[in-house]
């Protein structure tokens, strides 16, 4: 079964400093996907990125960027220069391919980011 | 931008009660799913939905819970008998075509508080 393990439950930087999410995940297919989700205090998820599993290259989006290895089944997040508008729930989810073409979404339980100001 | 909607965004309910949550999803999708998140917890699957009928559902939605779309636009989530534990907020999302790849667009959510 798939799992997505988020070890970090709660993390508060002071604004413009970098900040590094954690996500370990699990599963036995050999393709797959992983996402990032941000969840502001207004509750909406919001779609980051999305890697598959054939893809190691990092990825960078502004101040946004992700390290995804797959010899240890990591999809690291990392914000530079962190902002308070930063401020969610980030969580990881991955999407196995098999089983059909249901490829629901299992999430982690999210990291809590606070940047103050 | 085409986007998933939900109604309510608050729905107030006394246990025992059925509700139905609605969901408009984007309309040339085909995939279909509910997920929910208890307060302070991580986001759960319940059910996918493609064809007119479920294509799979988790250990969550049991007989309490049911999902149509009785036209060609709505999706709906019913729970039959409302419980205190089915305070969650519900999203539901689609997906345009089969295949991982293609990305969950996610409703707003609707809170549902069951008192």
Redesign the interface.
């Known amino acids: 079964a798939q799992k997505v393990t988020q070890a970090q439950t709660e993390i508060s930087v002071v604004e413009k400093e970098d900040v590094t999410l954690d996500c370990v995940y699990e599963t036995r297919d050999t393709t797959y996907y992983l996402f990032w989700y941000k969840q502001p205090p207004s509750g909406e998820l919001v779609f980051l990125i999305r890697r598959n599993s054939f893809d190691e290259q990092n990825e960078i989006s502004g101040r946004y960027s992700w390290n995804f290895q797959k010899s240890t089944s990591s999809f690291n997040f990392t914000i530079t220069a962190s902002q308070v508008v930063d401020s969610a729930v980030y969580f990881c989810a991955l999407s196995e391919v098999s089983g059909g073409s249901n490829y629901k979404l299992t999430f982690g339980k999210g990291t809590l980011l606070t940047v103050n100001p | 931008e085409p986007e998933v909607t939900q109604t309510p965004s608050h729905q107030v309910t006394q246990m025992g009660q059925e509700v139905i949550l609605r969901c408009v999803p984007i309309s040339n999708h085909l995939?279909f799913?509910w997920?929910r998140q208890i307060l302070g917890?991580?986001?759960?699957?319940l059910v996918?939905f493609?064809n007119n009928e479920i294509?799979?559902k988790s250990e969550i939605f049991d007989d309490q819970f049911s999902v149509e779309r009785p036209d060609g636009s709505n999706f709906t989530l019913k729970i039959r008998s409302t419980k205190l534990e089915d305070s969650a907020?519900y999203?539901c999302a689609s997906?345009e075509r089969?295949?991982?790849?293609?990305?969950?667009?996610?409703?707003?959510?609707t809170?549902l508080t069951v008192t």
């Not at chain 2, 917890?41 to 699957?45: D, I």
């Not at chain 2, 089969?98 to 959510?109: I, L, T, V």
């Open positions: 995939y799913y997920y917890q991580k986001v759960e699957f996918s493609y294509s799979e907020m999203f997906r089969p295949g991982a790849r293609y990305e969950q667009y996610f409703g707003p959510g809170r």
